[in-house]
């Protein structure tokens, strides 16, 4: 298994991506190419204490980076020399098994549609990050790719998120939720509505196992396996699922630290508090999956640390070895609408 | 100040809805006019020891009880003597200041508009809730009353909202942000984007304190004292917020239950505890405000306690004296889109 990594993408490179992909190569038994500025990567690995790569890792140059402030449509064609387009070039011709990057989202999912390209038959690809609920984490499907969807992307994502649920968490037969604000199959907008009948339809094929509609809350807790989204309402769950972690994890931090006594507190609970840390940790998880590309991408978090990116590359290579994309192809067809199927036909 | 309190709605009705009310008389020097059972009011004054109501308390009977199973949309025509109909239309026709009810939400929102009535010129009640954030609470405008909405829609929640976060929250100039996922005027759906333009005019114009786009995150943290939302979105924020705080305040006890050393301490965090509990605590809130409505109407939670009861009369009499529904009236021309104003007036 051979993991391209984006070695400039995000706030802690090319110093974070390097030690993650060492720890990675060291722990995993993977192989990584590294895309970036030689002379950086190579410095870094100096102060590691490396004079050269070592086995496993290989360096591929690239001179340019794209930075937030590129435009995020076309700055892998402007920067034709940036990590970023080398990476997915080396991926889309198969010299890697799935590609890494901590640099700009938006930059990122632009350049894998264009370069790598999505599953045929797939409309939208999706951002699907593991987000920590009570189940021990549910695949949120989309998060933000597609801001504005139709029932036909959301039944894909449903399907794919089900796929991606099963081979990559490990859940046999992961529920399916459609994210909505009541049980009832007339909830929500025209949307919720439309695609409550084809994932109901979905689940009475035996394709996927739908469980209806999923509120915020029981999402939360853990109820389903998979929340299926639209971009924009997935993104508002996801930001204050994250916001409302951190403002309390703050108002902990606050409470533990007032005095002394607090402190002795703090100290008698620290195993608890770890575990709590972790479960509001991003870092855990490793980063988000581009599902519908017709390779594996992940995105990891822009504040990656060495920890992070090594998660990233462990869940990329779980990506790549899973067989989803496959799941993906073979099943298409039972992810279009017909009305939608047949004009592409005629 | 009278408010009319429904003794019927909710879980622990009517022993805490009287309750409650009580509480609110000798507390808050306000009146009630409870309506309801009339025997079954009467016992649980008894049980406080009351033969009779005591001044300032005032009961109107009603034999009917709205209940989960009854159609939101036609169960106060169904149930014509139910205290929700006889509350509100004593509420339209002035012998009380404002109305509270922890019964149906749906059931509610309807009789509300279609006896009370929206105020001349507002398109669609909104539900707007003092949501906990770091600021101190912002008010989520909508919350659910209406999944879909136009630009127009949230122009209007925008004004409401804001009067409301000055008036009866007490913030001078409040801030008002478009819940989003991103800080760019162009992110979002349509329905986000052609709101942006309407907000921003009316930011330009001094009538509202725009501040921009909010995210999920920011939103949590206080960025804004008034988010502006499609009621499907709100409720997506709303729930995941819910969820999130009460899966962790699990988490945290779990982690303070595990044995005698986490006990001890519990102890000594236990004035942080409380006020951590308080900040999740939706009683402490009160309410939720149906802002649009041509009187004052109060949704308590349906699982409202006598704490949670008495703090929703004092919100309804803070809604009652703030003066935001001329601040509706008399503005609403600002609030309405040329065309569809036009549309009206031909």
């Not at 046999?172 to 199959?185: K, T, W």
């Not at 009948?197 to 009475?204: D, F, I, R, T």
């Amino acid at each position: 298994m051979k993991i391209i990594v984006d070695a400039m993408g995000g706030d802690n490179a090319p110093a974070s991506n390097v030690k993650g992909a060492l720890a990675a190569i060291r722990e995993q038994g993977v192989e990584v190419i590294l895309v970036g500025r030689g002379e950086e990567i190579l410095q870094v690995l100096n102060e590691e204490g490396m004079k050269e790569p070592p086995a496993g890792m290989e360096i591929v140059h690239a001179s340019e980076v794209v930075e937030i402030c590129d435009n995020p449509a076309t700055a892998f064609r402007e920067k034709k020399d940036s990590s970023l387009t080398v990476g997915l070039n080396l991926l889309k011709d198969g010299k890697g098994d799935a590609f890494v990057s901590a640099g700009s989202t938006g930059a990122l999912l632009a350049a894998a549609t264009l370069i790598v390209k999505r599953i045929k038959g797939i409309r939208r690809a999706a951002m699907a990050p593991v987000v920590p609920t009570g189940n021990g984490g549910a695949v949120l499907i989309d998060c933000g790719a597609t801001a504005e969807c139709t029932p036909e992307y959301l039944l894909q994502f449903a399907f794919m998120g089900s796929y991606y649920a099963e081979r990559v968490l490990g859940r046999p037969e992961p529920r399916v939720g459609l994210l909505n604000i009541g049980a009832e199959p007339s909830k929500g907008t025209e949307l919720q509505q439309k695609t409550y009948a084809l994932l109901q339809e979905a689940g009475e094929q035996g394709r996927i196992h739908f469980t209806g509609n999923v509120e915020g809350k029981e999402a939360v807790y853990g109820a389903v396996d998979v929340i299926v989204s639209d971009g924009y309402s997935g993104n508002i769950f996801l930001k204050t699922m994250e916001g409302t972690g951190g403002f309390l994890a703050k108002q902990l931090k606050a409470m533990f630290k007032k005095n002394l006594i607090t402190k002795l507190a703090a100290l008698l609970v620290s195993g608890g508090i770890r575990s709590f840390k972790k479960i509001l940790d991003a870092g855990e998880v490793g980063g988000t999956a581009f599902i519908g590309i017709s390779k594996p991408v992940i995105k990891a978090h822009g504040s990656s640390d060495d920890y992070a990116i090594k998660n990233a590359i462990r869940q990329a290579a779980k990506f790549a070895a899973s067989g989803i994309i496959e799941d993906i192809t073979e099943n298409v067809e039972h992810m279009r609408l017909p009305v939608q199927a047949k004009k592409e036909e005629g």
